[in-house]
């Protein structure tokens, strides 16, 4: 069968489109897909790049890991080329240090959008800013041998990648806490049982679990799904008769498409 053409191929980000599916592909895996401010620009531009009939993202990284995190590059006097260092970042003012940080954190917050679900396919490590941008999907397929890890605490910085808001939905606040300050690795085991992930499979079998999961995502009504998503979305900040009222709103513009009178 032919691949589709890939819309965007750059900085170790690769973005191909099958009608309703999208595969958002890590492609350096002799880096283990470690991370970097360009990478983060190509990642927001796959985002940006999705046509309108795309309802499922899936995001994976070629080789043996997911990705190993942000480059160590990073951690050099000189930073990356062309790219702000941490301490030309550090004297560059609250204003600069905000905008810079926002930008990257825009590489992530796009898999949350209300109008399709994000699958995150991962295998071995998946550190730091992988962790987080496995997070950052709606749902994650695991391989047998995955290490989620969240190392920014131990190297004396925060995780600041979007990653802490869905951490502590997931596994509740003292699991959360625990696994970021010690940094110890989370395995498959471990992911699945506290709801970091939603099933573990061998490592061989990653690819055709999340082709199964993704069929079973399509075969519900596209607007269904998507007031579904974000009836669940919402409920952290509703109360419980707020979340009723919520859920007969959107009831109400379900029984109204489906008898041909929505808008």
Same mark, same amino acid.
């Not at 199964?212 to 607007?223: I, S």
């Given at each position: 069968?032919t691949?589709?053409?890939p819309?965007? +191929?750059? +900085?170790g980000?690769?973005?191909? @489109?099958?009608?309703a599916?999208?595969? @958002?592909?890590l492609?350096?895996?002799? /880096?283990r897909n470690?991370?970097?401010p360009?990478l983060w620009?190509?990642?927001?531009?796959a985002?940006?790049?999705?046509?309108?009939?795309?309802? @499922?993202?899936v995001?994976r990284?070629?080789g /043996?890991?997911?990705? !190993?995190g942000l480059?160590?590059?990073?951690?050099?006097p000189?930073?990356?080329?062309?790219?702000?260092?941490?301490?030309?970042?550090?004297?560059? *003012? #609250?204003?600069?240090?905000?905008s810079?940080?926002?930008?990257?954190?825009s590489?992530?917050t796009?898999?949350?959008?209300?109008d399709?679900?994000? &699958?995150? $396919? &991962?295998?071995?490590?998946?550190?730091?800013?992988?962790?987080?941008?496995?997070?950052?999907?709606?749902l994650?397929v695991? !391989?047998?041998?995955v290490?989620?890890?969240?190392?920014?605490?131990?190297l004396?910085?925060?995780?600041d990648?979007?990653g802490?808001?869905?951490?502590?939905?997931?596994?509740?606040?003292?699991?959360a806490?625990?696994?970021? &300050?010690?940094?110890?690795?989370?395995?498959?085991?471990?992911a699945?049982?506290?709801?970091l992930?939603?099933? !573990?499979?061998?490592?061989? =079998?990653?690819?055709a679990?999340t082709?199964?999961?993704?069929?079973?995502?399509? $075969? !519900?009504?596209?607007?269904?799904?998507? #007031?579904? /998503?974000? %009836?669940l979305q919402?409920v952290?900040?509703r109360?419980?008769?707020?979340?009723?009222?919520?859920?007969?709103?959107? =009831?109400?513009?379900?029984?109204?498409? %489906? $008898? *041909?009178?929505?808008?």
């Amino acid at each position: 069968m032919t691949m589709p053409a890939p819309l965007l +191929d750059q +900085d170790g980000v690769r973005l191909t @489109v099958d009608d309703a599916i999208a595969t @958002v592909s890590l492609t350096n895996p002799d /880096k283990r897909n470690a991370q970097s401010p360009a990478l983060w620009r190509a990642l927001a531009e796959a985002g940006r790049s999705l046509p309108g009939s795309v309802r @499922v993202v899936v995001v994976r990284g070629e080789g /043996k890991s997911f990705s !190993a995190g942000l480059d160590r590059q990073a951690f050099t006097p000189e930073g990356f080329d062309g790219e702000p260092s941490f301490i030309e970042m550090a004297r560059g *003012g #609250e204003e600069f240090l905000d905008s810079t940080i926002a930008e990257y954190q825009s590489a992530f917050t796009w898999l949350r959008r209300g109008d399709i679900l994000s &699958v995150a $396919a &991962v295998q071995g490590h998946a550190i730091g800013a992988g962790f987080q941008l496995a997070l950052s999907c709606d749902l994650r397929v695991v !391989a047998d041998d995955v290490q989620f890890s969240m190392r920014e605490t131990s190297l004396g910085l925060v995780p600041d990648l979007t990653g802490t808001h869905p951490l502590v939905s997931l596994v509740g606040y003292a699991r959360a806490l625990e696994i970021c &300050v010690t940094g110890r690795y989370v395995q498959a085991d471990e992911a699945v049982a506290s709801g970091l992930a939603n099933v !573990a499979v061998p490592a061989d =079998q990653v690819d055709a679990a999340t082709q199964d999961l993704v069929a079973a995502l399509l $075969a !519900a009504p596209r607007d269904a799904v998507i #007031e579904t /998503k974000a %009836l669940l979305q919402g409920v952290g900040g509703r109360t419980l008769d707020e979340q009723r009222a919520a859920e007969r709103a959107a =009831q109400g513009r379900r029984l109204r498409d %489906l $008898a *041909g009178l929505g808008d």
